[in-house]
């Protein structure tokens, strides 16, 4: 009877600490290597838009090494995010939600972007305050999509984020430019333009990366690719 007793003890355990870390889960994830945050000061955020460079390619593959901008809630539970990602062999843009709770991941249709190609993304919410809009695309050749994701719950998105997501084995993983740049970000609440506030944070440093806030609309990661 002892044995038994002590494997029902274990399990719940087990049972109870997955259900503190799902309690307690969300952003940012510890997958998040740094990242900058432009809080919106209470009011809603109703646009947001950014253009990035595509990096080369990494040396080493094997990593998956991900550079977006995104909106969040207050708590961070319900993240979207037009994202530009290395998959296996090469670049693709697309847009993604993930909801903490229940969790539920989306990632919309995929395109291949080549190094040198600009990326153009917003997100807006759409008449009625119901859903949000993410647009992304390339500016070589045009390609675009375009997501409605709905509000969960009526929830207000409030804060603004530029991210650099994805923990590398070796820094080899990363573009061996080391360095990435979000320029012409713009923002606004309640629809009207305002000047964020961003804060750097290196949140789970990997390769030396770093963050700066060069101003109000441009914001540069650099890591050591070596």
């Known amino acids: ?24 889960s969300q952003d940012p994830a510890g997958s998040w290597l740094a990242y900058a945050k432009a809080p919106g000061g209470g009011g809603k955020l109703t646009y947001m838009n950014a253009t990035v460079v ?3 390619n990494p040396r080493q593959p094997g990593g998956y090494p991900a550079f977006w901008f995104g909106i969040e809630p ?29 969790e539920k991941d ?6 291949q972007v080549q ?13 009625g305050n119901s859903s949000y809009e993410m647009f992304i695309t390339s500016k070589k050749d045009g390609w675009s999509v375009r997501t409605s994701i709905p ?9 603004g984020y530029v991210v650099v997501e994805h923990q590398p084995f070796s820094c080899r993983e990363y573009p061996p430019d080391g360095t990435i740049t ?16 961003w804060k750097a944070v290196r949140f789970q440093p990997a390769c ?15 890591w050591d690719a070596k």
């Open 74 to 102: 207050e708590p961070a539970l319900n993240l979207i995010q037009p994202i530009l990602k290395w998959e296996f062999e090469g670049w693709y843009i697309f847009n993604e939600y993930f909801q903490w709770h229940p």
């Open 208 to 222: 030396n990366i770093q963050v700066k806030v060069v101003n109000e609309e441009t914001i540069n990661f650099t």
């Open 54 to 56: 595509v990096p080369n």
């Open 106 to 111: 989306f990632q919309s249709r995929k395109h």
């Open 1 to 24: 009877r002892q044995p038994f007793s002590v494997f029902i003890m274990i399990r719940f355990v087990c049972c109870f600490l997955v259900f503190l870390c799902t309690v307690h």
């Open 182 to 197: 979000w320029r012409d970000i713009h923002v606004e609440i309640e629809g009207k333009v305002i000047k964020p506030k």
């Open 115 to 127: 190094p040198g190609d600009t990326v153009f993304a917003s997100v807006r919410l759409t008449p």
């Open 151 to 159: 509000i969960q719950d009526n929830k207000v998105f409030k804060d």
